[in-house]
């Protein structure tokens, strides 16, 4: 009785249909040159264009990474920038005897913005536009003197710039609301 309970496999295999395939590449007829050549043309042509996107992508990689590559070094030039841009404004103020080196600041901030600019970093101009998320950081809402200025770009507080088209360091802004 207990020998009955644990056999659990159907005591009937006739009810089951067994098959045995063979693979489609195990035919009876030997392949023709001609099958033989189309197939290895079809792996040439595949390898190759393979091969060409492999080429492609990389080509596309490194133009990328060459575009970028000192991404990190613009990026610590940009805040010396920014502190040529604050002392210029606070020297505009200044008397006479300053403004002889108020010149010579004006000299070398224009040089480093020509150096800057030749290796594609370009200022954006955030200033009565409107707030694009892209490009822009909100820093806080202000009320908007008038309506035309809701959603638009009041201030801003730290200049953004492009790299190559690309953002290198987002504008903070004030926003209308």
Do not use: W
């Not at 079809?42 to 990689?61: A, C, G, H, V």
């Amino acid at each position: 009785m207990i020998d009955e309970t644990l056999n659990t496999e159907p005591e009937n295999n006739a009810e089951e249909p067994q098959t045995t395939e063979t693979p489609a590449t195990e035919t009876s007829e030997p392949q023709t040159p001609e099958q033989l050549l189309a197939e290895e043309k079809d792996k040439y042509l595949r390898l190759y264009s393979e091969f060409d996107n492999y080429r492609r992508r990389t080509t596309k990689e490194r133009f990328e990474l060459l575009q970028t590559a000192g991404r990190d070094v613009i990026l610590s030039m940009l805040e010396i920038v920014d502190d040529f841009e604050r002392a210029l404004k606070i020297l505009e103020n200044a008397d006479s005897s300053v403004k002889s080196g108020l010149e010579g600041f004006e000299l070398i901030y224009k040089k480093l913005i020509s150096q800057l600019e030749g290796r594609g970093v370009k200022p954006m101009d955030c200033k009565g536009k409107p707030f694009d998320v892209e490009f822009h950081e909100a820093i806080t809402r202000f009320p908007a003197p008038t309506e035309a200025d809701k959603g638009m770009v009041i201030d801003e507080v730290e200049k953004g710039y492009l790299l190559n088209g690309h953002v290198l360091r987002f504008a903070k802004v004030v926003v209308g609301e």
